[in-house]
């Protein structure tokens, strides 16, 4: 049986958001248990260089949103990069999720062969569907979901694999 472009994108990005919320939600319990300013965690980074956590959960949600968007041939919703808690980035989490929502099977069927474009660092690229999403797309939403959970990891908050792939629900 092939997999689909949808169930490769839309349930996958959909079935890690709820994850990363449910890694959000550890480390809101984790701030209030240990007694820490939730600053501390939402602006934390791994290195200096590096986007804080706010930030990594922003991308994710625009990789998510932006990669369904352009393999379905829509505009994406633009979001204001404006979150400062907890609340905010859950909200924006519960935004995207909306948003993947409205999309179908048939909306993304055929975009293994569609033509991709898009500015990346000042210029301009072009991959078929299926290669912009196994090999942009979901490396891009993967890194910045991960990198969030190993800045909260890194901060002593108590998190697994279970929590990383299921937002701690055991099915």
Request: aromatic share 8%.
């Amino acid at each position: 049986m092939a997999i689909s472009m949808y169930d490769a994108s839309i349930a996958v990005f959909s079935a890690r958001l709820k994850a990363l919320a449910g890694v959000l939600n550890a480390a809101e319990q984790n701030a209030v248990d240990r007694k820490i300013d939730p600053d501390v965690f939402l602006l934390a980074r791994l290195a200096p260089d590096m986007y804080p956590l706010t930030r990594q959960v922003q991308i994710a949600t625009d990789h998510a949103k932006g990669a369904s968007s352009r393999l379905a041939g829509r505009e994406a919703p633009r979001f204001e990069d404006d979150e400062q808690s907890f609340d905010d980035l859950h909200a924006r989490i519960g935004r995207t999720t909306d948003y993947l929502a409205t999309f179908s099977a048939q909306d993304l069927d055929g975009s293994e062969e569609k033509n991709i474009e898009m500015k990346l660092g000042g210029r301009q690229i072009a991959m078929p569907g299926l290669q912009y999403l196994l090999h942009f797309a979901m490396p891009n939403f993967y890194f910045h979901v991960t990198t969030a959970y190993d800045i909260l990891r890194h901060n002593g908050v108590p998190l697994g694999k279970v929590t990383f792939i299921s937002g701690g629900q055991r099915s």
